[in-house]
């Protein structure tokens, strides 16, 4: 497939590219309508090779990355009505329904697969990849003066955006333009001296067979989960080889499936009255959850390739649309017997989370980048900063569902359309005023509190209530500490309206700045240095993409998080519920410090089976045994071993 990238589109002719690519899906399309699998397929392979030879044929600059950037954000202004994605979908169904089920058609699925997972979250860890190299061979200045430089070209670039073409400012601004780029080449090559392999981390290759199977140890393996329009891929790659399956089940159907778990465990999603209705009705007990359904989704995305992962003690796990909001692990693995609202029922069930030690990752390639630097210097011993419980004006609220309560879920948000306004400078801040209606959240403080009893008083900082400032964040020393506990509310896509970013709530400032509005954003969390090998976000939703049709697998916030330099991110899918969060997180702590033989991942598989088997809450309609309980975190980056 990389050979057919470079025949089909040789490099610099990214133009040229994308309008064969355009024409190419175009076609396949069309002979699949008219049954003519073999042209289908043929055609579908051009667009493919056309989306791998467009992000290849770009370098590493500010103009490319912008490029890039443009085209994922804004496709139609690039590619007509195809994305990138789209044509790589086209061909991994074309691959599976014309039977090239060979080792050269399961090779090809893992390359087309992979180009489907690149975005945002792969650069974002290229990015960091690249920054803790340089650190390491001791270039961080260089590495922050070529920040700045791009820094400076991309204002250049932005404003040329302003300026008459063939005018004098035109041409002045160009030439400032050119200066800046030599400055940037010069910096480039001194960090290439220093720094052998920075920019192949910056920029990552896809990864072949061969590469891809010698990332992974003899007890690990990857799956990557991507639905289309056709069906629903499963791939699974070990040391000992790949194995694909394609599911009949289509993302349409995969969606409704999803939304219904989501709904089961408190999760933040809009519902009909309609589901509303026919949902509470579904299911015997005070406390059901559907585990037919999560049986059905294990059925046909798991199963077919489970041969595979027998025996495994780490699974990571990568998925786009839909499937990326919800944790694998609360599949059930065999026909559920019993009631599904009975605790003993729910702790009797195979779940997927007790085959293996689950990770989230945005790609196969991030694993790549993740162990490149693995041996970077992090601050040792167990000192954390945390933040929580922001001063906030709306009725104090618990977190989480209980029984048959579904709304129950951290306070209501405010409006997108009242969360943003325009500064004097044109900037879009959030609305103070808004973020104070917010439901105050004192669980947070509880949860912060009982950590800073396992480390102590001394290896603790603590920012609460009206501490909890946008401000003191960014003020903090985040580099030293080795965990960052931040939680709050998180506002995440749907909820903050098209002009403005995810991001997470804190105290609200008497008036909005851009040094603080009350809301740290994606962007602003890039921009943080932080050194912890642990970054906690027990905000509701912090771990999902936004379940768009080959939308990136993580958050914006998740992939923020990446940018800014975390090792490992421990994320909720849902509202953690208070009458857990403080025994999750301190037990996870607790077994490793017990066991050092753990990885990060296993602790976090304990202390679920854990909550999971703790039956103090049986009788009061909030039985741990369920899902909403043990299971909002997913574990995201590598093991930690």
């Not at 960091?128 to 190299?133: D, E, K, L, V």
């Not at 931040?486 to 098209?498: F, I, K, P, Q, S």
Request: hydrophobic share 45%; proline share 5%; charged share 25%.
């Amino acid at each position: 497939m990389a050979d057919a990238a470079e025949h089909t589109v040789p490099r610099g002719r990214t133009v040229e590219g994308k309008a064969l690519g355009m024409a190419a899906a175009a076609h396949a399309k069309l002979a699949l309508d008219n049954g003519d699998a073999a042209s289908a397929l043929a055609s579908a392979r051009i667009a493919a090779a056309s989306s791998l030879a467009y992000r290849r044929g770009f370098g590493v600059g500010v103009l490319d990355e912008q490029m890039v950037e443009l085209a994922e954000k804004d496709p139609s202004s690039h590619t007509g009505e195809e994305t990138f994605a789209e044509w790589s979908r086209l061909y991994a169904d074309m691959l599976w329904e014309s039977g090239q089920k060979t080792p050269a058609g399961k090779a090809d699925a893992l390359l087309v697969l992979q180009d489907i997972m690149a975005g945002r979250t792969s650069r974002a860890l290229a990015r960091s990849a690249a920054t803790q190299a340089a650190g390491l061979s001791g270039a961080a200045g260089l590495a922050a003066e070529r920040d700045a430089k791009t820094s400076e070209l991309a204002a250049l670039f932005a404003r040329s955006e302003s300026v008459r073409a063939g005018s004098d400012a035109d041409r002045a601004l160009w030439q400032e333009i050119g200066t800046a780029n030599a400055a940037l080449e010069t910096i480039d090559a001194r960090l290439t001296a220093a720094t052998p392999g920075y920019f192949e981390l910056v920029k990552p290759a896809l990864l072949d067979e061969p590469s891809a199977r010698a990332l992974l140890a003899d007890d690990e393996a990857f799956v990557t989960i991507v639905p289309t329009p056709r069906g629903t891929h499963s791939l699974v790659v070990t040391r000992e080889g790949i194995e694909w399956h394609r599911s009949e089940m289509t993302e349409a159907e995969l969606t409704r499936h999803v939304r219904r778990l989501l709904w089961d465990v408190g999760a933040n999603i809009d519902v009909t009255p309609e589901e509303e209705e026919r949902w509470s009705a579904e299911g015997e007990g005070d406390f059901p959850f559907d585990r037919g359904t999560a049986f059905r989704l294990y059925e046909e995305l798991i199963a077919p390739v489970s041969a595979a992962l027998a025996g495994k003690r780490h699974l990571f796990t990568a998925a786009t649309g839909s499937i990326s909001s919800l944790p694998l692990g609360i599949l059930v693995t065999e026909k559920p017997v019993g009631i599904d609202g009975d605790p003993a029922a729910l702790r009797a069930t195979p779940w997927f989370a007790d085959k293996a030690a689950i990770v989230q990752l945005p790609s196969l390639q991030s694993l790549q980048l993740i162990r490149a630097v693995a041996g970077r210097d992090a601050p040792t011993g167990s000192s954390m900063i945390g933040f929580g419980d922001p001063l906030l004006e709306g009725n104090a609220a618990t977190r989480g569902v209980g029984g048959r309560v579904r709304a129950a879920r951290g306070g209501s948000m405010p409006l997108a359309s009242s969360m943003w306004r325009a500064s004097s400078g044109g900037t879009q801040l959030a609305d103070p005023a808004a973020l104070r209606r917010l439901a105050r959240l004192p669980g947070t403080e509880r949860e912060l509190k009982a950590m800073e009893a396992l480390l102590g008083s001394t290896q603790t900082k603590l920012f609460l209530a009206g501490a909890a400032t946008e401000s003191n964040l960014k003020a903090a020393d985040l580099a030293s500490s080795s965990v960052l506990f931040l939680a709050t509310h998180g506002l995440v896509a749907g909820e903050v309206g098209e002009i403005g970013e995810p991001g997470l709530v804190f105290t609200p400032p008497a008036a909005a700045s851009a040094a603080d509005d009350g809301l740290l954003t994606a962007s602003e969390v890039a921009a943080l240095r932080i050194g912890a090998g642990w970054v906690i976000l027990s905000a509701c939703n912090t771990a999902a993409g936004d379940g768009r049709a080959g939308a990136p697998g993580l958050s914006g916030l998740a992939r923020a998080f990446f940018f800014a330099g975390s090792e490992s991110l421990l994320a909720s899918h849902w509202p953690v519920r208070d009458d857990v969060a403080a025994v999750l997180t301190v037990r996870l702590f607790e077994i490793l410090r017990a066991d050092p033989r753990l990885s990060r991942a296993e602790a976090l598989q304990r202390v679920e089976r854990e909550i999971r088997n703790d039956t103090r809450d049986d009788p009061y309609l909030k039985s741990w045994s369920h899902p909403s309980a043990w299971a909002p975190f997913s574990l995201i980056g590598d093991v930690g071993r």
